[in-house]
């Protein structure tokens, strides 16, 4: 063998690879390792985006339908179709027991804490994200969820500001493309007339019911409600309602469902008319507080022996049983044994209708009450005081 022989030259290692084909390689990773945590939010978001156009949409066609037809059966399902949209489901979580720990002992018998959960409903006024339910539905809630109706939930939720004494409160999210529910006139209705009641029976989201106004102006239906002026329906309530809307056949929120007759539905239940709600929703989305006007007396209903005896045909009026002192009625000279019959020219036909004229007349206004003392009828001007807390009247 000849040791001159050209040999082949071999290289140590393979030459490394350029640079920019490198770093092409590692940005291709990059992007398919964030497209695989990004897309499925995004497809998420995509798809609550078509549902609530799709909603949106047959919302406003069923709208622009009901203004076109007549009151009827016929209707409900436009009806239906066009308060979807905007109502929602309450979800709330409460903590129960678990109190103090005293001593270094107290812990081996402390009741644990237990997560109670509730469910109510709701319905969207103000597509800024504003929602009517009922007070009692949050009531002692750590924690608040809204469901809407395409499928989002919303867990940073917002109280604005809660009235127990007529059962409502309202509440704020922040989300895109909310449909608002339109105001309808409770005093318009009249018994007889058809209606719908939607919401979230025990936790059977947007379930719709039909019924007619069975009555108006129920009082004394509610335990531990001051302003009670009920709309009374055989609409399907049951536990998971509340707070849900009671709709016209416009699709116009007239009522906030509220109450049923003992734990289940049995022909009966009671919603908020909508001129008391909505008067409270402004209140408390203005302020978070809901003023009322306050005059400073207890009163008592007439029976007939009492009103005939008092020179009364009929009972009606208020009977003051009782007098606050320094308060208007005080200072205005009203005494026990006066009956209200008129507020600011208003007949008054027993304690809880001088209740909601009150509570309705303007804090600091003068107000004209009309009485009957001893047979005789009175006028007596008076200035509307602010009602303090914790006070019944």
Not at 119 to 126: A, C, F, L, R, Y
Not at 246 to 269: D, E, F, P, W
Not at 355 to 374: N, P, Q, Y
Request: hydrophobic share 40%; glycine share 10%.
């Amino acid at each position: 063998m000849n040791d001159n022989a050209e040999r082949p030259t071999l290289p140590l290692s393979e030459p490394p690879e350029p640079a920019p084909r490198r770093m092409s390689g590692m940005f291709w990773l990059l992007l398919v390792l964030l497209g695989l945590l990004v897309l499925p939010y995004l497809a998420e978001q995509v798809q609550f985006a078509i549902t609530r156009g799709r909603q949106r949409a047959g919302a406003e066609v069923a709208r622009e339908r009901l203004d076109q037809l007549p009151d009827g059966v016929g209707v409900y399902r436009l009806v239906a179709k066009s308060i979807a949209p905007c109502v929602v489901g309450v979800e709330t979580e409460n903590l129960l027991g678990g109190g103090r720990q005293r001593d270094e002992y107290s812990h081996l018998f402390r009741q644990p804490h237990i997560r109670a959960r509730g469910e109510g409903s709701g319905v969207i006024v103000d597509k800024a994200g504003y929602i009517i339910t009922n007070f009692h539905v949050l009531n002692r809630a750590t924690k608040v969820t809204v469901s809407l109706s395409d499928g989002r939930e919303i867990h940073d939720v917002k109280i604005i500001g809660a009235d127990p004494l007529s059962d409502v409160a309202v509440l704020k999210i922040e989300a895109e493309g909310l449909t608002a529910a339109p105001w309808g006139n409770s005093d318009q209705l009249e018994v007889g007339d058809p209606v719908l009641a939607v919401g979230n029976p025990f936790g059977l989201d947007r379930t719709v019911t039909a019924g007619i106004v069975s009555a108006k102006g129920r009082r004394r239906v509610v335990d531990n409600l001051d302003y009670q002026d009920f709309l009374q329906t055989d609409a399907a309530v049951n536990p998971g309602n509340s707070g849900g809307p009671l709709v016209n056949m416009k699709g116009q929120v007239v009522g906030i469902n509220t109450a049923i007759v003992g734990r289940a539905y049995q022909g009966i239940s009671f919603a908020i008319p909508s001129r008391l709600a909505r008067d409270v929703y402004e209140r408390l989305k203005t302020t978070g507080k809901v003023a009322r006007g306050w005059l400073g007396v207890a009163m008592q209903e007439l029976d007939e022996p009492l009103a005939r005896r008092l020179g009364l045909d009929k009972p009606r009026g208020a009977l003051v049983s009782g007098v606050v002192s320094d308060s208007p009625a005080a200072r205005a000279g009203i005494e026990p044994g006066d009956v209200v019959v008129k507020l600011n020219g208003k007949e008054i036909d027993d304690p809880t209708d001088l209740s909601l004229a009150v509570a309705r007349t303007k804090i600091g206004s003068e107000a004209t009450v009309t009485l009957l003392r001893d047979g005789k009828q009175l006028e007596i001007k008076l200035t509307v005081a602010e009602r303090p807390a914790m006070l019944k009247r």
